[in-house]
């Protein structure tokens, strides 16, 4: 149902070579050289998506192509898990046919790549081809930082960590961490989080717990996380099961199972708009909450040809415009969406409008408005972070669906 990545574990791989020869009878197209402003004709584009991007973005991507056939002919898009990318697009490099033109994903598939040398470095040699970054939310442009040279942010949302309950079961929520464990202790079985690994909410938990705690160092997992740790070794006690997804949190919550669940904007709005979670779910936060926020990115493959990334360069530039980016609203489940300032849901389609209107929360404003940001952990601290939980925390407790 929704988009959330698992960290693929990338270790310090070493640069592709260059492309080889080309196909005998047939020139290679060009892939290094300087990129012109406009295709010399129209080109086709495949579209990887393991963010669950295109959620958000295809109807901009759709919509470019039918305003603008001279420079995209026709788009083909696929979806596969993060953890695959890099094998796959170094695979394709490696024979020298590359057939990806454009992926979009999340920080674990953009670390992995850039670890790798996988991605062309758009920026800053074609910034200048996309002014719409100049026009980043602060805490976006802070994803975008974190970006480097290859990708390009494309949508954006403060994430979490909230969480979440239903107002019948629940009624008075925790307001801080002390008050989160005494009630998994009184309620054994009844806070859920699923696997950090493999859940958005999950690691934002894990990731924003330094913050609420005062924890030395919030960037340093390993040795900075002393309180951290210790406080969810002690609410584990109290946790009888650990999902191997978030989905699995959100039907325990309909269904009665959990009491309290881990979750972020997104997973709260878009799970009550299709029905898997009761409307009058709640949300609250815990004292010294901290915003860890997310990002999806745009990303060019080395091995794509210059015409493509001319074509690639004007999509992007389109996506990045307020028109388009008011579609990213979507359905509530990156909320807000967003990447770039002055985008009001106003500007959404009537279809979103309606689905914010429905099952949004007037609270999000003001939480977005009051509370700080901060970038999740770079892809190396969070595999480290994931494996230590992992050994030492709810490893043993994990359950597949």
């Known amino acids: 149902m929704r988009p959330y990545r698992i960290i693929a574990a990338a270790g310090a791989l070493a640069v592709l070579a260059a492309c080889g020869a080309p196909t005998a009878g047939k020139p290679a197209a060009d892939t290094t050289g300087d990129v012109p402003d406009k295709p010399a004709k129209a080109v086709s584009l495949n579209i990887l998506d393991v963010a669950g991007d295109l959620q958000l973005t295809q109807g901009m991507i759709d919509e470019f192509v039918k305003q603008h056939s001279d420079v995209i002919s026709k788009v083909t898009y696929s979806k596969a898990p993060a953890p695959e990318l890099s094998g796959k697009i170094k695979a394709q490099q490696n024979a020298n046919r590359v057939d990806i033109d454009l992926v979009l994903t999340g920080t674990d598939g953009l670390s992995a790549g850039t670890q790798q040398g996988l991605w062309n470095e758009l920026l800053p040699k074609y910034a200048d081809r996309l ?67 493999n ?34 070794k002690e609410l584990n006690q109290y946790v009888d099961y650990y999902p191997s997804g978030t989905a699995d949190t959100m039907k325990a919550l309909a269904n009665g199972s959990s009491n309290i669940i881990v979750s972020t904007t997104g997973w709260d709005i878009n799970p009550r708009v299709l029905g898997t979670v009761p409307k009058e779910a709640a949300i609250t936060t815990l004292k010294g909450f901290h915003w860890v926020t997310d990002a999806h990115y745009a990303v060019v493959p080395k091995g794509v040809s210059t015409d493509k990334q001319a074509a690639i360069l004007q999509l992007l530039q389109f996506m990045l ?68 939980w992992d050994r030492e925390v709810g490893g043993s407790k994990v359950k597949s669906s």
């Open 199 to 232: 859940s958005g909410p999950g690691r934002t938990f894990l990731m924003g717990l330094p913050y609420i705690l005062g924890d030395k160092d919030p960037k340093d997992p390993i040795n900075g996380w002393d309180k951290t740790w210790a406080y969810l």
């Open 131 to 197: 002014p719409g970054m100049k026009d980043y939310l602060p805490p976006a442009q802070k994803m975008q930082e974190l970006a480097g040279n290859s990708g390009v942010t494309v949508t954006y949302y403060p994430s979490g960590p909230l969480l979440e309950y239903l107002p019948a079961k629940v009624a008075k929520p925790p307001a801080n961490a002390d008050e989160l464990l005494a009630y998994a202790k009184a309620n054994k079985g009844k806070v859920m989080y699923a696997r950090p690994s």
């Open 321 to 388: 415009t307020p028109e388009q980016q008011a579609k990213a609203y979507d359905k509530g489940y990156f909320y807000p969406g967003p990447a770039i300032k002055g985008v009001e849901l106003s500007q959404a389609p009537q279809e979103s409008q309606d689905a914010i209107k429905d099952f949004g929360r007037a609270e999000y404003d003001k939480l977005i408005a009051d509370n700080p940001t901060e970038v999740p952990l770079d892809a190396k601290s969070l595999v480290a972070a994931f494996d230590k």
